[in-house]
Structure formats: C-alpha cells, structure tokens
Nanobody
Framework: QVQLVESGGGLVQPGGSLRLSCAAS????????MGWYRQGPGKQRDLVAT???????NYAESVKGRFTISRDNAKNTVYLQMNSLKPEDTAVYYC?????????????????????WGQGTLVTVSS
C-alpha cells in the first residue's frame, strides 16, 4: 500500500560524505513528517533527524553540524546529507514517513494515517 525505497548507502572512509535518499510511493495523498533512524550493531534503533512537511528539522545531538535532512514534497522524497562521517556512524539507516493513505471501497473512500518504514540501507564508515 505504501512503499519507502531507500538508496545511497555504502562504504566510506572516515571524514567522507554520503547522501541517502528515500522515496515514498503508493496510495498516498499526504506526507507529513519524514525522518531517518539508524541501528548500529548490537544497538537499538535511534532517531537521526526528522523534518516536517513545512521544513522544520530536528537532529540527534551526535549528528548536529554534520548531517542535513531535506525533502522534496513534489517527489515525496527525503534526503540525508552526511558529512564528516565517523566510524560510530556505521549503522543500518531506516527511512520513516507518516503518511495519509486513501482506501477505496465500493461504498466510498476512507482516509487513514500510518507510519511507514523503509527496508534500510547500510552505511559503513571504515578505513
């Protein structure tokens, strides 16, 4: 019904940069907040950054000044520009979006809000 497809992960040396992308598709009529989370080896999934539909952003302290989240509302896509990467940034990065979906029935339509997750993309920071 709703798909989030991430891209842009990979292997990078410390101090390097990567840009992650995540595109939402499906029976979506509205995309509210979008964000990125990450889960390192043996750790819980933690928030990295979020952005509202109007562009307000929020960052984890550990990435402030290094990561930038942005979005293209026309494309239902969120980006994460990661600079000055450190080995401790190594993790699987997950895209999240709160979306409004419209379900069609014989008798009419019903709108619901749901949280969608991407499949994750691995970022490895190592020399």
């Amino acid at each position: 019904q709703v798909q989030l497809v991430e891209s842009g992960g990979g292997l990078v040396q410390p101090g390097g940069s990567l840009r992650l992308s995540c595109a939402a598709s499906g029976s979506i009529f509205r995309v509210n907040a979008m964000g990125w989370y990450r889960q390192g080896p043996g750790k819980q999934r933690d928030l990295v950054a979020t952005i509202t539909s109007s562009g307000s952003t929020n960052y984890a302290e550990s990435v402030k000044g290094r990561f930038t989240i942005s979005r293209d509302n026309a494309k239902n896509t969120v980006y994460l520009q990661m600079n000055s990467l450190k080995p401790e940034d190594t993790a699987v990065y997950y895209c999240n979006a709160n979306v409004g979906v419209r379900n069609y029935y014989v008798w009419g339509t019903r709108d619901n809000a749901l949280d969608a997750w991407g499949q994750g993309t691995l970022v490895t920071v190592s020399s």
